[in-house]
Each structure stands twice: as structure tokens, then as C-alpha cells.
């Protein structure tokens, strides 16, 4: 899907839960290096910690991302977005020493409506490493959590 098309419609709202997915540049499964991955965590925490947004649940798969969060008032979608992706590309760069682009340009949000079902989406994110065949189970996969456990 171009660009462009990701970008209609979009509205950060305080408050809003969203399910975001964000893709590696060409799907390179980086994340199946334990230490990428890793780093993918703590930014992901890093934002939350800042108190921009509260991370609901989360998986990390070898080549993307699903994240299940609510936004706080201080900074829109966009912008929480752009942190995490140069923060990351950055570490990440880092470690595996290289210049480059780490993450597509884009992102997939999807604003969650009100009947839509808080924890039943949270629970498919974390089964994606089940649905891939990645796992048996999924406490044999170390990249997630949920607020629920």
C-alpha cells in the first residue's frame, strides 16, 4: 500500500487505544538476533516510560512489530512513531555495525472502536509467533508482554 494512503485519515486522539504495525525496511527479519530484538524492547519501553503512551501489549516478530497502546496527551501518533523508529534504527545500527534504513517509511494503525474487544485484540498480538509457526507455545517466545498477565 503507498505511503500516502497510510497517512489518510489518520488522527492521533488522546486517550485512543491502537494496534500499530511497523515493518522492516524490505522485511529483514533483524529480530531474529536475540540482541536486536532486545533493543526493540527497550525503546519500546523508553517511549513508555516517557509517559507518552501506555503500551498495552506487545509482540515482536522476526521481520515487524505489533503494538497495543493507548495515547497520552503530550505527542501525537506521528510523532511517538518517529522517536521509536530513529531511536531504534540508531541502537540498532549501532550494534550491528551498519548505516541504513532499519524500518519502512510507513506504519499500519488501527484506532480500536469502543465494542471492539480490548483483550481479545491483545491476545492476538501475542499469538502471532503461534500463528507463524515460530513457537509450540507461546511462553517458549521471548519477545512479548501484555498488561494483563
Not at 515487524?64 to 501518533?77: D, F, I, R
Request: proline content about 3%.
Amino acid at each position: 500500500m503507498p505511503r500516502a494512503n497510510l497517512l489518510k485519515g489518520r488522527v492521533s486522539i488522546p486517550g485512543q487505544i491502537y494496534h500499530l504495525t511497523i515493518c522492516t525496511t524490505d522485511r529483514t527479519p533483524w529480530f531474529l538476533d536475540f540482541r536486536c530484538a532486545r533493543i526493540v524492547v527497550q525503546g519500546m519501553r523508553q517511549i513508555h516510560d516517557s509517559h507518552f503512551l501506555n503500551s498495552l501489549a506487545w509482540v515482536i516478530m522476526p521481520d515487524h512489530l505489533h503494538w497495543l497502546m493507548q495515547l497520552e496527551e503530550q505527542k501525537t501518533l506521528a510523532e511517538l512513531v518517529r522517536l521509536f523508529k530513529g531511536g531504534t534504527a540508531r541502537e540498532l545500527n549501532r550494534y550491528l555495525n551498519r548505516q541504513g534504513a532499519i524500518w519502512q517509511r510507513g506504519y499500519y494503525d488501527h484506532a480500536l472502536r469502543r465494542e471492539e474487544d480490548i483483550k481479545q485484540v491483545a491476545r492476538y498480538i501475542v499469538a502471532n509467533p503461534l500463528r507463524a509457526g515460530l513457537v509450540q507455545c507461546i511462553e517458549e517466545y521471548s519477545h512479548w508482554d501484555a498488561i494483563w498477565l
